[in-house]
């Protein structure tokens, strides 16, 4: 059962049944995204990586299939101990809270993928993480953030799901509260009922500007989806930011 005294995101995040629920998450998407991503920067062979929020480290993984010197970071233990099993000389993965320094000025390129960000409750901790991925960048260093686009959510909200994984039922109910996307699951597995639940801030472009200026990072383009097609505020499935460290 979930920890009472933890945060949402200590408890879902090191579940099981995170992983189970989410087990089909699509690796070729994420190849597919890291591609165009590495075409567009075309960075170096000799760069550094952050993976910031990595979970089990696909994106690190394959990048340092591409090449790359990677380093995951991730709060969860669970994840970390995944992705571990993976590492070597050019692949490291540590279990760290992105709103805490890591490295300065160390890294090529930070990522923070798939909405792995806002899941706080003082909107002041998303500016301390900004701010974490600004100080570990190089000068000149780059910035990509890949966020969903809350407008999309909030008018295409599937309110009520169920997904069965591994034989388990899971009830998934969204809702938009206090300016946070909640998901709250709800399952029965070996006679106990358990629930769990997401939280995540409804960030705009505004607020993402917000961050970067404070943080010292220029905006350079603004994508819609993982093809980099142009960002529209209505129809795009996600809000990607490419962005640079003041020199």
Not at 12 to 40: G, K, M, T, V
Not at 179 to 203: C, G, P, Q, Y
Not at 212 to 229: E, H, R
């Amino acid at each position: 059962m979930p920890n009472q005294n933890q945060k949402w995101y200590h408890n879902w995040f090191n579940s099981p049944y995170y992983h189970i629920l989410y087990s089909q998450r699509n690796l070729e998407e994420a190849e597919h995204f890291i591609d165009n991503i590495c075409s567009h920067l075309s960075p170096g062979g000799s760069v550094k990586i952050l993976d910031a929020a990595c979970g089990k480290g696909r994106h690190s993984i394959y990048l340092n299939k591409k090449g790359y010197d990677v380093t995951g970071i991730d709060l969860s233990k669970e994840s970390i101990k995944h992705a571990s099993a993976f590492e070597n000389e050019h692949l490291h993965f540590w279990v760290h809270d992105i709103r805490n320094l890591f490295y300065i000025n160390y890294f090529d390129i930070v990522l923070n993928l798939f909405t792995s960000f806002g899941y706080f409750e003082k909107e002041s901790d998303n500016q301390h993480a900004i701010n974490m991925f600004a100080k570990a960048l190089k000068p000149g260093g780059v910035l990509v953030m890949d966020f969903m686009n809350i407008e999309k959510i909030k008018n295409n909200l599937v309110v009520r799901e169920v997904k069965t994984m591994e034989g388990i039922e899971f009830h998934i109910h969204r809702k938009i509260i206090n300016n946070f996307v909640t998901k709250e699951i709800s399952f029965e597995h070996l006679d106990k009922k358990m629930a769990f639940k997401e939280e995540v801030r409804a960030l705009s472009v505004v607020d993402f500007e917000r961050y970067f200026t404070k943080a010292g990072i220029k905006i350079q383009s603004v994508f819609g989806d993982y093809d980099l097609n142009a960002f529209d505020n209505k129809n795009s499935e996600r809000l990607i930011f490419i962005g640079k460290k003041n020199d």
